[in-house]
């Protein structure tokens, strides 16, 4: 079974930056997309960003477009998420999740493999 695995997370303030990564040792990763999705206190799952197999594609929520990027590199088997001008909001576990379809996908049913999380935490 594939397993993913968070890394990265941490204490931020307002204003500041982190990079979240997901690897893996399955090289099946490759084959298909990747997401992000988190989980903040009280609240739904919801998706973040998804990057295509080839990494050309990329796809984000509307809340973290323009701060947040999403990549890939294949050769380590590892997606990043640089996360930019961080909110308070942006409190929550973030998981990755891959796909067997090779397209971005934003929707949780779409993955079929996900990490344990990593926590961010924002202060105000």
């Known amino acids: 079974q594939v397993q993913l695995v968070e890394s990265g997370g941490g204490l931020v303030q307002a204003g500041g930056s982190l990079r979240v990564s997901c690897a893996t040792s399955?090289?099946?990763?490759?084959?298909?997309?990747v997401g992000w999705f988190r989980r903040a206190p009280g609240k739904e799952r919801e998706f973040v960003a998804s990057i295509s197999r080839t990494g050309i594609n990329t796809v984000y929520a509307d809340s973290v477009k323009g701060r947040f990027t999403i990549s890939r590199d294949n050769a380590k088997n590892t997606v990043y998420l640089q996360m930019d001008t961080l909110k308070p909001e942006d409190t929550a576990v973030y998981f990755c999740?891959?796909?067997?379809?090779?397209?971005?996908?934003?929707?949780?049913?779409?993955?079929?493999?996900w990490g344990q999380g990593t926590q961010v935490a924002v202060s105000a």
């Open positions: 999740a891959s796909s067997l379809y090779v397209t971005v996908q934003t929707a949780p049913e779409k993955y079929n493999r």
């Open positions: 399955e090289r099946t990763f490759n084959r298909g997309a």
